[in-house]
């Protein structure tokens, strides 16, 4: 009943297709930039709205075209960079993190694709995914390996002035290149560590995957250290099992211009009467989706979305 199949494979893919990683280990955080203050955004009360954006297909900035015409609050909060990869190095045995040519351009050009939006006030996060070679969040056979990964994130936020990390754990491909299979310590160590290197900044869970199961190890529950969590099905609603308020979860998922409006809108009904705090969508792009953006905005903000090219 609900369209569970997802689109974004291509973007594992076309990661193999230019190289721009931060070598293992390497610290980034010379020459980091600060995100700037934002202006202070028109208040709206609501649910925190976030849009995936492919950045191999479309661009950031379309996340700032849409205001509410009530007020004229932006119609999005947080925008995620759809996406950079863990892989692995078979030389050294360890995971690192690589950046398409799409996302490389994303973050070389964040003065002109990532600060625009942070300017209105919308927090601009990266999102890490698998890319098919074995290595994973859940698969660090160690916790300074684990910590070696969660630097390389916590520079990148750094030296592009980010607002945070998403996990997606999928793709990862686990066993490949001879690497182990997830375990219950992996993904407690990363975050752990991501946590403690960036206090104030976003770490979300795509709620999918070996990781967004292994939350608890040694006494450390990791549930806490999330911003927010969200249902990665889109067109249904599924509560992230995650011991978060329901402030800080998405049950609704949508993808942008494949969910029916209707579907769309009842999400956003069922968020706000059952008392959920986050709206999750993927996918927009270029094109005035305004219409699609207005379905769900009446519900949450009690407003239509105007598209601003």
Do not use: C
Request: hydrophobic share 40%; charged share 15%.
């Amino acid at each position: 009943m609900f369209t569970l199949v997802r689109s974004r494979v291509r973007t594992a893919a076309l990661a193999l297709s230019a190289v721009a990683a931060l070598a293992f280990g390497t610290t980034a955080t010379t020459g980091a930039v600060a995100a700037p203050a934002p202006a202070p955004a028109p208040a709206k009360q609501g649910p925190t709205s976030v849009a995936y954006v492919e950045v191999n297909n479309n661009s950031m900035l379309n996340v700032g075209k849409y205001t509410l015409a009530s007020g004229g609050g932006n119609a999005f909060d947080v925008a995620v960079i759809f996406a950079a990869n863990i892989n692995y190095d078979t030389g050294t045995k360890a995971a690192y993190l690589h950046f398409n040519e799409n996302v490389q351009r994303v973050l070389d050009n964040a003065a002109t694709e990532v600060r625009p939006l942070q300017q209105k006030g919308i927090k601009v996060v990266l999102s890490v995914l698998g890319n098919h070679q074995g290595a994973g969040f859940a698969n660090f056979p160690t916790q300074q390996a684990a910590s070696a990964f969660a630097k390389q994130l916590s520079d990148t936020v750094a030296k592009y002035g980010l607002d945070g990390i998403d996990f997606d754990d999928e793709y990862a491909e686990y066993g490949n290149n001879g690497t182990g299979q997830p375990n219950d310590s992996s993904f407690v160590h990363l975050v752990t560590a991501l946590r403690a290197n960036m206090p104030d900044k976003i770490i979300s869970l795509y709620n999918i995957g070996p990781a967004a199961s292994r939350l608890s190890y040694g006494g450390v529950d990791l549930s806490s250290k999330f911003d927010y969590a969200w249902n990665p099905y889109y067109g249904s609603w599924q509560v992230p099992g995650i011991a978060l308020p329901k402030s800080k979860l998405s049950p609704a998922a949508v993808e942008i211009g494949r969910t029916s409006q209707s579907t769309a809108a009842d999400l956003a009904r069922r968020t706000v009467s059952e008392g959920y705090g986050v709206y999750l969508t993927y996918n927009l792009d270029g094109a005035d989706r305004s219409a699609d953006v207005s379905a769900f905005t009446r519900q949450l903000y009690g407003s239509d979305a105007v598209y601003t090219p």
